[in-house]
């Protein structure tokens, strides 16, 4: 049973932590991250009649490395998924998309975030870059989807919301 909550930090998301009666009758302290929820992007080129995903190398501080993984980001509280989407893909890699394919949703975290991911493959690119955000340096490179599919395979490419995302893709784009 829910006794208080508080929240302890906020910005784009909060933290919120709830003291809590157990069945037992123990109280305890629990801690979440509220959050407004967020986009995963595929960005996809054909080169050589092979599909090319736009990936990120980005430094990860709660990591202190660099690491490979897809274009995403947070969206506003009450932001639609695919603005966010279209925001995110022109902020991260420069380029929008003429279309936008929905693969899902996902849940990155449960056990310490109510965030909900959206995971959306990005067709028809052209350049059209807008501002990036100033606490992000970003490189974006172009992999063979192949190549991430193994990377996801064999434990290269670690980042979650990327793994589920592009092993998503492959198979949408095998049933194609």
Not at 82 to 88: D, M, N
Not at 149 to 174: C, E, F, H, P
Request: with cysteine; charged share 25%; glycine share 4%.
């Amino acid at each position: 049973m829910l006794l208080h909550t508080r929240i302890i930090w906020e910005k784009a998301w909060r933290i919120r932590v709830d003291t809590v009666q157990l069945p037992s009758g123990r109280t305890t302290e629990r801690a979440a991250v509220e959050h407004p929820g967020s986009v995963v992007l595929v960005p996809l080129q054909e080169k050589d009649e092979e599909p090319y995903i736009l990936t990120l190398r980005q430094y990860r501080f709660t990591l202190q490395q660099t690491i490979v993984e897809l274009p995403a980001g947070t969206r506003d509280w009450d932001e639609p998924w695919l603005e966010c989407a279209q925001r995110e893909l022109r902020e991260e890699t420069g380029y929008r998309a003429a279309d936008f394919i929905p693969l899902g949703h996902i849940w990155p975290a449960p056990g310490i975030t109510d965030e909900e991911m959206a995971i959306f493959l990005a067709t028809g690119l052209t350049a059209d870059p807008l501002p990036a955000d100033e606490d992000e340096e970003l490189i974006v490179e172009s992999i063979l989807l192949s190549e991430l599919v193994a990377m996801a395979m064999d434990g290269r490419l670690q980042d979650a919301k990327s793994v589920v995302a592009i092993l998503r893709t492959a198979a949408y784009l095998n049933d194609q």
